[in-house]
């Protein structure tokens, strides 16, 4: 057989495992979703907690639109179930790619690629227990005299969901530090030298992403600063680990 034959016949392969991978992902991602289901108002309940702590005992959430109180649970349902999939579906990108990496790059990028997932969650956390409160504290005391604060729960849902992603994409700052690192795109002695500036950015980052009152600004900029400084404690060492173990 040819080897274009052979090539033809291994780009088929490849391609079929790809369709097989992403349909078990799917699939993973529909169990999950249709497990939530019957807990999609439950779901939501829990999310507007940190909203409805801080309302007067006659606010609530309302709902603009005739169909918002069935598809804002909707779509938190098929958040969280993403959520709960996520672990599975990176399971099967990491075993249609990892046969083509070498052992040394299996060993780097499987556990960036683990701590990447729970620093997410932990952002996430991180949000909701404690960013999401302080936001809604400092929103709830500033409403003027004579205005209700009721917000519509297709609006809340979206607030939420983009601090939530902010707060667990703002969490993978260390996993960036110790690519950059790895990679060679910067050293540690410029990663500390540039720290003035680093502090500078994540400030920005922070102001640009929480309400404008300096707490939420400072429970975000803190662990941003905090995670950067991880990152690069961690990089040192495994900087340092490279030469001992190639000799």
Same mark, same amino acid.
């Given at each position: ?27 993973? #991602?529909?169990? =999950?979703?249709?497990?939530?289901? +019957? ?6 309940? %829990? !999310? /507007?907690? @940190? &909203? *409805? ?36 579906? #990176?399971?099967? =990108?990491?075993?249609?790619?990892? +046969? ?6 299996? %060993? !780097? /990028?499987? @556990? &960036? *690629? ?54 667990? !994409? /703002? ?77």
């Amino acid at each position: 057989m040819s080897d274009d034959a052979d090539t033809g016949l291994g780009l088929m392969g490849h391609l079929l495992e790809l369709r097989l991978r992403t349909m078990r992902a799917l699939l993973a #991602l529909g169990v =999950a979703f249709l497990g939530l289901l +019957p807990f999609a108002n439950d779901l939501y309940a %829990r !999310l /507007a907690a @940190p &909203l *409805l702590a801080h309302l007067p005992d006659s606010g609530q959430l309302i709902a603009v639109d005739v169909a918002s109180p069935f598809f804002a649970p909707m779509k938190l349902t098929l958040f969280v179930a993403l959520l709960v999939a996520v672990p599975f579906m #990176l399971y099967q =990108a990491w075993a249609f790619v990892a +046969p083509g990496l070498y052992r040394s790059e299996k %060993r !780097l /990028a499987l @556990p &960036l *690629l683990v701590a990447a997932v729970l620093l997410f969650y932990v952002g996430i956390a991180f949000a909701y227990f404690v960013l999401l409160p302080a936001m809604f504290a400092f929103l709830t005391a500033t409403v003027p005299e004579g205005v209700t604060m009721m917000p519509d729960i297709n609006a809340y849902l979206s607030f939420v969901l983009v601090m939530g992603l902010a707060a667990g !994409l /703002a969490f993978e700052m260390p996993i960036a530090v110790l690519v950059a690192l790895m990679l060679g795109w910067v050293t540690p002695a410029q990663l500390s030298e540039w720290r003035g500036y680093v502090i500078v950015v994540i400030a920005i980052l922070a102001a640009l992403l929480t309400p404008p009152d300096g707490l939420s600004m400072v429970l975000l900029m803190i662990p941003m600063w905090l995670l950067y400084e991880a990152g690069l404690l961690v990089g040192r060492l495994l900087l340092r680990a490279k030469p001992a173990e190639a000799a």
